[in-house]
C-alpha cells in the first residue's frame, strides 16, 4: 500500500487555479518501486519551465503527479473538415518547442508500439483543467 505523501509545491502553481479550459500536458510523475518522490518532482519540473519563462502548472493526484504548460479556451480544439479534433496553432506551436513536445514520464522521454513494429514517442497533450468546485450544500 502506497504511503500518502505530504502536500508539496507552491499553491499558486496548482493546476487547479489555471482560469481556462485546457493546459499542454508534457510530464507526469508516477511512482514505482524505486521513485516515491513523485509530487516533488513535479513541482521542481514546474519550477525549471517557469524559470525558462513558461506558465508551468502542477497537479497532484491520488497516485501521479503531472506537470502542465499554458491555459487554454474552447478554442484550443478545433474540428478540422473530416471531424476530428485538431489543436490550435498556438497550442501546436508550443508542441513544435523542443522541451514541450513530449509528454516526460518520470523526466524521460518514452515510446508506445506504433502497431508497426516500432515505437512512437509520446506527444505531449491537451487535458482539461480540474477546477476547485464549492462544496454542495
Not at 3 to 11: A, K, S
Not at 95 to 108: C, E, P
Request: neutral net charge; hydrophobic residues 35%.
Amino acid at each position: 500500500v502506497r504511503m500518502p505523501m505530504p502536500y508539496v509545491g507552491i499553491r499558486d502553481w496548482a493546476l487547479s487555479n489555471a482560469t481556462d479550459v485546457y493546459s499542454l500536458q508534457v510530464a507526469v510523475f508516477d511512482p514505482n518501486d524505486d521513485f516515491w518522490e513523485h509530487k516533488q518532482a513535479a513541482t521542481e519540473y514546474c519550477e525549471f519551465l517557469r524559470k525558462k519563462g513558461y506558465e508551468a502548472y502542477y497537479h497532484h493526484a491520488t497516485a501521479s503527479s503531472m506537470v502542465t504548460v499554458g491555459s487554454f479556451g474552447p478554442e484550443a480544439v478545433l474540428k478540422n473538415p473530416t471531424g476530428l479534433p485538431s489543436y490550435s496553432n498556438q497550442v501546436l506551436a508550443l508542441q513544435r518547442d523542443d522541451l514541450l513536445k513530449y509528454n516526460l514520464l518520470n523526466g524521460a522521454v518514452y515510446s508506445i508500439l506504433d502497431g508497426k513494429g516500432g515505437r512512437t514517442p509520446v506527444p505531449s497533450r491537451l487535458v482539461e483543467i480540474p477546477h476547485k468546485t464549492s462544496p454542495q450544500p
